[in-house]
C-alpha cells in the first residue's frame, strides 16, 4: 500500500478564491477611503459656512446693539443683498457720529465700511453670500432691524461634497441713544 502523496501548491479553485477575496478587500479599502475623503470635504465647506455666518452676524448684532440710529438714506431695505448703514460714536464719544455700513461686494462677501478707514471683509473667501435679507421694524417709539443671512460654501467644482449652505436669523432692537 502506497502512502496518498502530499498535494504541493494551490488548485484552481484555492487561486480563484484567493483573487476574489483580495478583489473584495480593495474595493472596500477604495470605498472606504473615498467615502471618508468625500465626508472630509463636505464637513470642511460646513464648518466654513457656519463660521462665517455665525461671525458676520454677531459683528452686525454688535453694530447695531452699539449705534445711535439707522442711516436711513445709505440703508437699502429693498433690495437682496440689502445694504445697512449706521450712525454711531462708539469708536470715539468725543466725536461725531460715523457711519458704519455693511454691504455685499461682488465678490458675494460681506464687507463692513467706517468712514475714514479701509473697508473690511467679514466673509471669506471660501463662501459666498446668497442672500442679505434687511427688513425695518418701526411702531413710531422704537425701532428693530431683522436680518436674515443665507451663505453657501464657494465649490471649485459642482462637486455635491463640497456644497454647503447655512441660514441665519435674528431681529435686534435699535436703542436710541
Known sequence: MQPHATQKGYSLINLI????????????????????????????????????????????????????????????????????ALLTNIYDIDEPQVRVIFFVDGNKRLIFSREGYTDEMITDEM??????????????????IRIVLTLDAKSPSSRFDYQATYTLATSILIRKK
Open 17 to 84: 478564491l484567493y483573487t476574489a477575496l483580495v478583489a473584495l478587500t480593495v474595493v472596500f479599502i477604495t470605498q472606504f477611503t473615498f467615502t471618508v475623503l468625500v465626508l472630509r470635504n463636505k464637513t470642511a465647506a460646513q464648518r466654513a459656512v457656519w463660521e462665517n455666518a455665525r461671525y458676520a452676524m454677531e459683528r452686525m448684532v454688535h453694530q447695531i446693539r452699539a449705534a445711535n440710529t439707522l442711516d436711513l438714506p445709505y440703508s437699502d431695505f429693498i433690495a437682496s443683498p440689502g445694504t445697512l
Open 127 to 144: 463662501v459666498e453670500i446668497s442672500a442679505l435679507t434687511l427688513t425695518r421694524y418701526t411702531d413710531g417709539t422704537s425701532e428693530s
